[in-house]
Nanobody, 131 residues
Framework: QVQLVELGGGSVQAGGPLRPPCAVSGDTYRSYCVGWYREAPGTEREGVAA???????DYGTSVKGRFTVSRDNAKNILYLQMNSLKPEDTGMYFC?????????????????????????WGQGTQVTVAS
């Protein structure tokens, strides 16, 4: 098992950046694919980004070109670099993980298109983008 804790979201003006971190502990970090999801009031949870331990990534359509997911395997930290933020990016952001092998792009892609794939979840952190 792994435990995930989002370490802070934040508030920013439209066009600005944020980089929320997520601490991952427990089982071997390299045995898991990790990702970010978000949920806005009145909407379903949406896959934002995911990656495996070898760096294969996938992104949701609405964030491609603006967001970058990365992981520090030595520190067991997952990051989501969010640039050119828009008010519609506002929501609760969650980090999550699921068992996978290195270079397992199928799991990475599945995590983005289907939030139900991820097994382990953080508690969520608020991101607010003001217009």
């Amino acid at each position: 098992q792994v435990q995930l804790v989002e370490l802070g979201g934040g508030s920013v003006q439209a066009g600005g950046p944020l980089r929320p971190p997520c601490a991952v502990s427990g089982d071997t970090y390299r045995s898991y694919c990790v990702g970010w999801y978000r949920e806005a009031p009145g909407t379903e949870r949406e896959g934002v980004a995911a990656l495996d331990s070898d760096g294969s990534t996938d992104y949701g359509t609405s964030v491609k070109g603006r967001f970058t997911v990365s992981r520090d395997n030595a520190k067991n930290i997952l990051y989501l670099q969010m640039n050119s933020l828009k008010p519609e990016d506002t929501g609760m952001y969650f980090c999550a993980a699921d068992k996978c092998n290195p270079s397992d792009y199928d799991v990475v892609h599945a995590m983005v298109v289907n939030p139900n794939v991820a097994t382990y979840w953080g508690q969520g952190t608020q991101v607010t983008v003001a217009s």
